[in-house]
């Protein structure tokens, strides 16, 4: 019996060391975030969450901290320590943060699970940070693919680890500065974009469409989305102080979107959806260049004038989107849809919606008598 001991014992260390082969193995170091993870994460710290007012306060009391939320990979990686299980608290979190160890929140962070435990993720995993804490936490969110955050009691910076993403949350006040700058960027382009949208509907109301306009309506309807989409991360970032700043940010966005498809739809060459994804696959810079919007367009140079469907013109009337494509194949074009007899409308959409759809569209062109 006492001959097979060892056996038994190195039998059991292999099964051990196999199963936590099996869960390091498991995890994609370089797994990069997808856009919704990444703002999942900022709302889990947003300002005014009790998570958030944990990490503030560590930082105020001159602590620093390491805390890592537990998954099914993080038994791997913890050693000692001792087992909390307790309900989570701002305050609980501050006093462990005192201990040198770092701190285990439960998957729904509501409890605190253990305190004081050591990291050991795999040391052979890359990483960029040179403080022992912040190094551990980048590979620990690494190796388990989990979210670990480092607060450094040197710097008063508080870091965010997940899988491949490292980012740095900026106090409140210089968040909300940045995001104000963005905000006035995009107010500056909103009146851009209005100009063109204004530009655009004259001439074509005039039987004159431009691409090189239409093209610069796009650029611009474009250039808003991609800068609101930061925009929108800050303010999940700033949680509740943000709120003044998610209202302006929804007027100033106000059709842009709807106005840009129109345009799109009125002069592509291509597939909507073709140009669309050509369009949605720029970045903020190549957006900059018209070249870029010609050819997801299918056009190799700006042509100055051609005739359009007159999608977005005919969306400004009553009529349903299927009424509107017929009258866009039977008409052919804008000009033809908008200046055709009473009879064209009755025999295409019937009596009394002809009817109100030619007055609808003679108002339209009242309206516009001005441009």
Known sequence: ???????IANNIDDDKKDVQQTIIQLPDYNQKLT????????????PGTNLRTALEGIVKIGKGALIVVENEFTPAIIDGGFKINCRFTPQRLMELAKMDGAIILSNDMKKIMHANVLLTPDSHILSNETGTRHKSAERSAR??????????????????????????????????????????????????????????????????????????????????QKIAEGIQRSLVELGKEGSLLKTRLKELLTNVREET???????????????????????????????????????????????????????????????????????????????????????????????????????????????
């Open 1 to 7: 019996m006492d001959a097979t001991t060892p056996e």
């Open 35 to 46: 856009d919704e993870e990444v703002v999942d994460i900022l709302r889990m710290v947003a």
């Open 143 to 224: 190796m388990t693919g989990t979210l670990v955050i480092a607060v450094s009691e040197r710097k008063h910076e508080i870091t965010l680890y997940h899988k491949n993403l490292r980012r740095v949350l900026l106090n409140s006040n210089e968040l909300l500065r940045k995001t104000n700058e963005h905000i006035q960027l995009l107010e500056k382009q909103r009146e851009l974009f209005d100009t063109s949208i204004t530009n655009l509907t004259k001439m074509e109301m005039r039987n004159y469409p431009s691409l090189d306009v239409a093209i610069q309506t796009v650029q611009k309807g474009y250039a808003i």
């Open 261 to 371: 498809e129109l345009v799109i739809k009125d002069y592509t060459k291509l597939d909507v959806k073709k140009s669309r994804t050509l369009l949605q696959s720029l970045s903020y810079d190549e957006l900059l260049e018209k070249e870029n919007i010609t050819k997801s367009f299918a056009y190799e140079t700006p042509i100055k004038h051609k005739q359009i469907k007159g999608w977005r013109v005919l969306n400004k009337t009553s009529l349903e989107e299927q009424e509107i494509a017929l009258l866009v194949k039977e008409a052919g074009t804008l000009g033809r849809a908008l200046n055709s007899q009473l009879g064209f409308y009755k025999t295409l959409l019937g009596e009394e919606r002809g009817t109100h759809t030619k007055e609808e569209i003679e108002l339209i062109k009242l309206n516009h008598d001005s441009f």
